[in-house]
């Protein structure tokens, strides 16, 4: 394996940090989306029997549904992340 530059060690340290991030993002992603569908199912039901128990759920859901959209990581996150991995790799 050749020496790489440094430019390009930053490069890979830049990458770890981005997939670290996404990984993260990913992490939250799945259960908005499970909650999304949850919420579908529910309407879909509502429409077809006016359950009043199931507007309550629905309204439950909502609610964590706001609460729990993911952000996509920003480059500073990202940079963030790099400048602490970065770091780590420097120390004696």
């Not at 879909?44 to 959209?69: A, C, G, H, M, Y």
């Amino acid at each position: 394996m050749p020496n790489k530059t440094p430019y390009e060690l930053r490069f890979d340290v830049l990458q770890m940090a981005r997939d670290l991030e996404m990984e993260n993002y990913q992490q939250f992603v799945y259960p908005f989306w499970q909650i999304h569908s949850r919420l579908e199912n529910l309407l879909s039901e509502l429409e077809e029997f006016k359950n009043p128990s199931l507007i309550k759920e629905i309204t439950d859901l909502v609610i964590q549904l706001k609460n729990s959209i993911p952000q996509m990581p920003t480059t500073e996150q990202i940079n963030q992340k790099a400048r602490e991995l970065y770091e780590f790799v420097e120390q004696k």
